[in-house]
């Protein structure tokens, strides 16, 4: 065969073969996919997969895009693709139920006006003669029901799929969780023309607002509304016998109940407002449920967490044992509520819950702090104890203490007389079915300071308390899915010289300290003495001065060489950092290509004739 006829023959069947793969790809493979990130942020989750397996009618759901204004930015674009991909996994995995349609919406258009009527938010361009875009969702049920996602925030991608999902299941038609709250806290929610006068002011208050249905109990409430699905107690003033009763009846009847008692609220006492300690606000409620939240604090040394502190008229940064990370390996893995969460939970001033072994009730740990714990009387937690005087006092217990906990039993009423408002005896007196408990031994988990900084949440407490309502209220599927974030992909090497140089200077400073408070003595001593010989000052007196400043200055001279040595050793990682992917790497590859190319070329002149 001549060569010119084989290549134009090897030519066409290319063309043909590449005409067949895309075929084959487009019709066969089209489906096919392979998630290789670490968090599978590409698989639908188990939770997901079940609620479409659930549907049981038609839904319609329409992205509407604006594609030209879009791809103008490069994070619009990817997070675009992002929502347009994973809603086609939505419409393969429901089994034929989702049909997906994807609505360019363009300046000016029919499709533009329809978004701005199905209540679609509209997003500003860069110019202020910019045509808005959109990027939202609606889906349609056959009987004329719609639920809105009115915008798409890339802000917002790790929690896509809980959206979406959380879409599909209300579109269902299932009513929302109705949550009551009795609360003495400020912070939590203020008055306001919305929810009956009530406006959000933490973060988890507006996300309870969000996705239930919200009631606030008055401190002088009589009755629970009825059909609350979850009572939330946090930190409440003290229960009348009456308000006792009302309680002890709701639980009897199988409602849920989600309780917070702090014995020294931090945020409480730092202004917020409220009742500082609250452990026997329920009087003898948690006498007949079979459990305790202890009036001490419990301080972590292990899991502190750096406040900032003053030393000697100076601002420093120390580990404060009094508020502590509850990491993964503190979180129950045997429980929904604490499962999935990956960032772990910040607690301030907790109380241990135990229980009171009372036979027929079980107790489960949900947060367990670690064995270097030690207790603190509530009033001097919260006279502003500094890190410092809490390490010099520290004597570990060398206990792991329960900071929350679910309780389970068929109790009886703690009001064997009936309703001490009246001489009416009738009353529930045990209940009928199991009834449940969450209890956690601190409030100041709900503050945003605790847990909220400028990059966003920087803890599960949100979660942690979502999960918790709508574990007690028995809608399990979206729990793992709203947990389910990217963990931090923190640098261990950066973060163990952080603690291990916090742990340094803490120990400069405390030295530092010890010198002062011993130099002051000096001082008063010498005073003393020089003003009993009715001297004002002698050569001993100046020496004694000049020793202790130069103590002074030597402490201080020491501890700006750790805080420097911190800084240069952070520095040092992170040029290792950046050379070694930006630089060695690179050239590395060039020199194995070179090597490769001067032994072929080696091998050629060998072999040439």
Same mark, same amino acid.
């Given at each position: 065969?001549?060569?010119?006829?084989?290549?134009?023959?090897?030519?066409?069947?290319?063309?043909?073969?590449?005409?067949?793969? $895309?075929?084959?790809?487009?019709?066969?493979?089209?489906?096919?996919?392979?998630?290789?990130?670490?968090?599978?942020?590409?698989?639908?989750?188990?939770?997901?997969?079940?609620?479409?397996?659930?549907?049981?009618?038609?839904?319609?759901?329409?992205?509407?895009?604006?594609?030209?204004?879009?791809?103008?930015?490069?994070?619009?674009?990817?997070?675009?693709?992002?929502?347009?991909?994973?809603?086609?996994?939505?419409?393969?995995?429901?089994?034929?139920?989702?049909?997906?349609?994807?609505?360019?919406?363009?300046?000016?258009?029919?499709?533009?006006?329809?978004?701005?009527?199905?209540?679609?938010?509209? @997003?500003?361009?860069?110019?202020?003669?910019?045509?808005?875009?959109?990027?939202?969702?609606?889906?349609?049920?056959?009987?004329?029901?719609?639920?809105?996602?009115?915008?798409?925030?890339?802000?917002?991608?790790?929690?896509?799929?809980?959206?979406?999902?959380?879409?599909?299941?209300?579109?269902?038609?299932? !009513?929302?969780?109705?949550?009551?709250?009795?609360?003495?806290?400020?912070?939590?929610?203020?008055?306001?023309?919305?929810?009956?006068?009530?406006?959000?002011?933490?973060? @988890?208050?507006?996300?309870?607002?969000?996705?239930?249905?919200?009631?606030?109990?008055?401190?002088?409430?009589?009755?629970?509304?009825?059909?609350?699905?979850?009572?939330?107690?946090?930190?409440?003033?003290?229960?009348?016998?009456?308000?006792?009763?009302?309680?002890?009846?709701?639980?009897?009847?199988?409602?849920?109940?989600?309780?917070?008692?702090?014995?020294?609220?931090? @945020?409480?006492?730092?202004?917020?407002?409220?009742?500082?300690?609250?452990?026997?606000?329920?009087?003898?409620?948690?006498?007949?449920?079979?459990?305790?939240?202890?009036?001490?604090?419990?301080?972590?040394?292990?899991?502190?967490?750096?406040?900032?502190?003053?030393?000697?008229?100076?601002?420093?940064?120390?580990?404060?044992?009094?508020?502590?990370?509850?990491?993964?390996?503190?979180?129950?893995?045997?429980?929904?509520?604490?499962?999935?969460?990956? $960032?772990?939970?910040?607690?301030?001033?907790?109380?241990?819950?135990?229980?009171?072994?009372?036979?027929?009730?079980?107790?489960?740990?949900?947060?367990?702090?670690?064995?270097?714990?030690?207790?603190?009387?509530?009033?001097?937690?919260?006279?502003?104890?500094?890190?410092?005087?809490?390490?010099?006092?520290?004597?570990?217990?060398?206990?792991?203490?329960?900071?929350?906990?679910?309780?389970?039993?068929?109790?009886?009423?703690?009001?064997?007389?009936?309703?001490?408002?009246?001489?009416?005896?009738?009353?529930?007196?045990?209940?009928?079915?199991?009834?449940?408990?969450?209890?956690?031994?601190?409030?100041?988990?709900?503050?945003?300071?605790?847990?909220?900084?400028?990059?966003?949440?920087?803890?599960?407490?949100?979660?942690?308390?979502?999960?918790?309502?709508?574990?007690?209220?028995?809608?399990?599927?979206?729990?793992?899915?709203?947990?389910?974030?990217? !963990?931090?992909?923190?640098?261990?090497?950066?973060?163990?010289?952080? $603690?291990?140089? $916090?742990?340094?200077?803490?120990?400069?400073?405390?030295?530092?300290?010890?010198?002062?408070?011993?130099?002051?003595?000096?001082?008063?001593?010498?005073?003393?003495?020089?003003?009993?010989?009715?001297?004002?000052?002698?050569?001993?007196?100046?020496?004694?001065?000049?020793?202790?400043?130069?103590?002074?200055?030597?402490?201080?001279?020491?501890?700006?060489?750790?805080?420097?040595?911190?800084?240069?050793?952070?520095?040092?990682?992170?040029?290792?950092?950046?050379?070694?992917?930006?630089?060695?790497?690179?050239?590395?590859?060039?020199?194995?290509?070179?090597?490769?190319?001067?032994?072929?070329?080696?091998?050629?002149? !060998?072999?040439?004739?």
């Amino acid at each position: 065969m001549s060569r010119p006829l084989f290549t134009r023959l090897a030519a066409i069947l290319l063309l043909i073969l590449f005409v067949c793969s $895309q075929v084959i790809s487009q019709n066969w493979l089209a489906n096919l996919r392979l998630d290789t990130t670490e968090d599978q942020t590409y698989t639908l989750s188990p939770g997901t997969k079940s609620v479409l397996a659930d549907l049981r009618q038609p839904i319609e759901l329409r992205l509407y895009l604006s594609r030209e204004a879009l791809t103008e930015d490069p994070v619009m674009r990817g997070f675009t693709q992002r929502v347009s991909d994973l809603l086609s996994v939505y419409a393969r995995d429901s089994n034929g139920h989702i049909r997906l349609r994807i609505l360019d919406t363009k300046p000016f258009s029919a499709r533009e006006e329809e978004a701005i009527n199905a209540g679609l938010t509209p @997003i500003p361009g860069p110019r202020p003669d910019d045509a808005a875009a959109f990027l939202g969702v609606v889906l349609k049920s056959p009987y004329g029901r719609n639920v809105v996602i009115p915008l798409l925030d890339p802000a917002d991608a790790a929690s896509l799929e809980f959206q979406m999902t959380r879409a599909v299941v209300k579109l269902k038609g299932s !009513r929302p969780t109705r949550v009551a709250l009795l609360t003495s806290l400020p912070w939590l929610f203020a008055s306001g023309p919305e929810h009956g006068g009530l406006r959000p002011v933490a973060q @988890i208050a507006a996300l309870l607002m969000q996705e239930t249905d919200f009631s606030f109990l008055r401190s002088d409430f009589q009755t629970i509304p009825t059909g609350t699905d979850v009572l939330i107690i946090a930190q409440p003033e003290p229960l009348t016998e009456a308000q006792q009763f009302v309680l002890d009846q709701y639980v009897l009847s199988g409602g849920k109940l989600l309780l917070m008692l702090d014995p020294a609220s931090t @945020i409480a006492r730092d202004g917020g407002g409220g009742q500082q300690q609250g452990t026997q606000a329920l009087g003898r409620l948690v006498q007949a449920w079979g459990f305790s939240v202890q009036g001490d604090v419990i301080a972590d040394r292990a899991r502190a967490l750096p406040v900032q502190t003053g030393l000697s008229g100076r601002a420093a940064i120390a580990p404060q044992p009094l508020i502590f990370q509850v990491p993964v390996s503190g979180l129950s893995q045997d429980q929904a509520v604490t499962r999935s969460l990956s $960032q772990g939970v910040h607690l301030a001033t907790p109380g241990e819950v135990v229980s009171l072994g009372q036979t027929g009730t079980s107790f489960t740990p949900l947060l367990t702090s670690s064995p270097d714990t030690m207790r603190l009387e509530a009033k001097r937690a919260l006279s502003g104890i500094s890190p410092q005087d809490i390490e010099l006092d520290w004597q570990s217990s060398g206990q792991r203490q329960v900071l929350a906990a679910k309780v389970e039993g068929k109790w009886t009423t703690a009001f064997p007389n009936g309703d001490p408002r009246s001489s009416d005896t009738a009353a529930i007196k045990a209940a009928v079915n199991l009834g449940q408990i969450l209890v956690f031994g601190d409030v100041d988990l709900l503050a945003d300071s605790l847990y909220v900084d400028d990059t966003g949440a920087v803890a599960d407490n949100a979660r942690l308390i979502l999960n918790s309502v709508d574990y007690l209220a028995g809608n399990t599927q979206l729990i793992e899915l709203r947990s389910r974030t990217p !963990r931090p992909r923190n640098l261990v090497e950066v973060e163990e010289l952080r $603690q291990s140089a $916090q742990s340094r200077v803490l120990e400069e400073e405390q030295a530092l300290e010890s010198r002062l408070l011993l130099a002051e003595t000096r001082l008063k001593e010498i005073e003393a003495k020089e003003a009993a010989k009715g001297l004002v000052t002698s050569d001993v007196a100046d020496h004694e001065f000049a020793q202790v400043h130069e103590e002074v200055q030597e402490a201080r001279t020491r501890l700006r060489e750790v805080q420097e040595g911190v800084r240069s050793g952070v520095a040092r990682v992170k040029t290792r950092l950046m050379v070694i992917p930006g630089i060695v790497v690179p050239a590395l590859i060039v020199l194995i290509g070179l090597f490769i190319q001067f032994r072929r070329r080696r091998q050629q002149k !060998r072999f040439a004739p």
